[in-house]
């Protein structure tokens, strides 16, 4: 037999109740903006709070007992959770050391504006210190609070410690030579050089130059080199060998050596990727651009001094944790299974190292 409530007493069924989204509808608004309406949130503006309870109260809204009562012992438990961490690791040897590089600190301050408009926080770890143990940096690290971990454009001589990556998901910025076990998001150095090569031809240059750094051609696994090829062959231009910019060479060494390497090719525009080319070319006795030009592979800025190709380091940086994230939200650890390779194109921009040369 059904028990039926005392006569006179109030009778409420689930059907006839009125929701957060009947409240919604009538006040043209997310169920969400009406929740934080009703629970006076400062985030709403006071008239629409205002608005929102007086449609409320006459359509005759209560709040559900039940949910009531959870939301209490939630917050009586006092639980806090823990904010989901990504770690940018590099092996600079210290802050001035990282933020020296304006590139790096477009790849951290890209990972770091994405990581915080997806609920993470993103810090930057450094392990450059040859005295720092593996001990101290999985202390540094902290696995009990990290989720993930971005390997910045990390340098192939400088030590990295050693990291048990299988506990972390794991996304690298160039780096092409460690974990290759890793998805990673670099500029396109390949396209780059293409680009650099297609203006200087544009400009009416034909003997084409490119000198870059050695460990950065290696670092990249020759990607400099096969645009450099790659465009001589398209655009049919005179053979010019590159050359490598050696790390333990002098400034002198270096100035003589690109001297000599201009003087012999006959080059008219040297294509770089060291933004101080210019000043050894300056150093060299060459007038920049009357005698050579100059076109930069790496600017960071838009600089109307110097013709090259903008390289968006920042946008990097947030397809850095963009990738990240997705790995950490699907549970995947290193190694990944089929690690994939994302490559970010650059901009041309005409500047006054570069100018239009008349053909003969």
């Known amino acids: 037999m059904t028990n039926l409530p005392p006569t006179g007493a109030p009778r409420e069924s689930n059907a006839s109740r009125v929701t957060l989204k009947d409240v919604a509808r009538?006040?043209?608004?997310?169920?969400?903006?009406?929740?934080?309406?009703l629970r006076d949130s400062p985030r709403l503006t006071l008239s629409n709070r205002k608005r929102i309870r007086e449609i409320a109260e006459r359509l005759g809204y209560?709040?559900?007992?039940?949910?009531?009562?959870?939301t209490a012992q939630r917050s009586n438990s006092r639980v806090t959770l823990r904010r989901p961490r990504m770690a940018f690791l590099t092996n600079r040897v210290s802050p001035e050391d990282?933020?020296?590089?304006?590139h790096m600190r477009y790849f951290l301050s890209g990972a770091q504006q994405q990581a915080e408009?997806?609920?993470?926080?993103?810090d930057l770890a450094l392990t450059g210190n040859?005295?720092?143990?593996?001990?101290?940096?999985?202390?540094?690290?902290?696995?009990?609070?990290?989720?993930?971990?971005?390997?910045?454009?990390?340098?192939?001589?400088?030590?990295?410690?050693?990291?048990?990556?299988?506990?972390?998901?794991?996304v690298k910025i160039d780096s092409a030579f460690i974990l290759p076990g890793a998805p990673m998001i670099a500029?396109?150095?390949?396209?780059?050089?293409?680009?650099?090569?297609?203006?200087?031809?544009?400009?009416?240059?034909?003997?084409?130059?490119?000198?870059?750094?050695?460990?950065?051609?290696?670092?990249?696994h020759d990607l400099y080199a096969a645009g450099c090829y790659l465009s001589q062959d398209r655009l049919k231009l005179p053979f010019v060998p590159p050359l490598h910019f050696r790390p333990s060479e002098s400034h002198a060494t270096l100035v003589s050596r690109l001297a000599e390497w201009v003087r012999?090719?006959?080059?008219?525009?040297v294509l770089s990727n060291w933004q101080s080319a210019r000043d050894l070319l300056v150093a060299a006795r060459f007038r920049v651009p009357a005698d050579v030009g100059y076109i930069c592979l790496n600017l960071n800025d838009p600089d109307p001094a110097v013709a090259g190709v903008i390289a968006n380091h920042f946008e990097v940086g947030q397809k850095a944790a963009e990738t990240l994230a997705l790995l950490i939200k699907r549970g995947l650890k290193s190694p990944a299974h089929a690690p994939s390779a994302t490559y970010v194109e650059g901009v041309w921009q005409d500047g006054a190292s570069a100018t239009l040369r008349h053909r003969r």
Request: contains cysteine.
């Open 26 to 37: 009538v006040a043209r608004v997310h169920f969400s903006t009406v929740s934080m309406a």
């Open 62 to 70: 209560r709040r559900d007992p039940v949910m009531l009562a959870l």
């Open 98 to 102: 990282f933020y020296s590089g304006a």
């Open 117 to 122: 408009r997806m609920g993470y926080t993103c």
């Open 130 to 170: 040859d005295e720092m143990s593996a001990e101290e940096f999985e202390r540094q690290l902290d696995p009990s609070r990290t989720d993930g971990i971005i390997v910045g454009a990390v340098i192939s001589d400088v030590r990295l410690p050693e990291v048990d990556w299988s506990r972390y998901a794991t």
């Open 187 to 220: 500029n396109d150095q390949m396209q780059t050089v293409q680009t650099a090569f297609q203006n200087a031809h544009r400009l009416g240059y034909r003997r084409i130059g490119m000198a870059v750094g050695q460990i950065d051609e290696e670092n990249t």
């Open 264 to 269: 012999a090719q006959r080059i008219e525009v």
